[in-house]
């Protein structure tokens, strides 16, 4: 996803869209997997299913790498966040006294 895309989009918003697609990729994979043991077929189409399992992995071990970058990010910024209200609450109570 491009940079200017994402600053459009929140990050927890960006992470349950790319969970629900690593989702829908595996049970892409499951359904190709089981007709690749379930059938009988031909060499060729057996190449095709294979062919699609192996493009099925790459794009989920891809989505899996985005999610964890994604929820690196967001701690990040959880952690910043919190480090904010701490100041803003130390210079508050500074500030009271």
């Known amino acids: 996803m491009t940079k ?4 459009n989009l929140g990050v927890a918003l960006e992470i349950d869209g790319l ?28 190449r095709s299913l294979e062919k699609e399992r192996n493009s099925l992995m790459s794009r989920a071990s891809n989505y899996e790498q985005e999610l964890k ?4 990010e967001n701690r990040k910024n959880m952690l910043l966040s919190v480090a904010i ?9 500074h500030w009271t006294m």
């Not at 200017?4 to 600053?7: M, Q, T, V």
């Not at 970058?69 to 690196?72: I, P, S």
């Open 19 to 46: 969970e629900e697609k690593l989702s829908q990729c595996r049970r892409d994979l499951e359904a190709v997997s089981c007709r690749l043991h379930r059938t009988e077929l031909s060499p060729e189409d057996r």
């Open 85 to 93: 209200f701490l100041l803003l609450a130390l210079l508050y109570a």
């Open 69 to 72: 970058m994604l929820r690196r």
């Open 4 to 7: 200017k895309k994402r600053e």
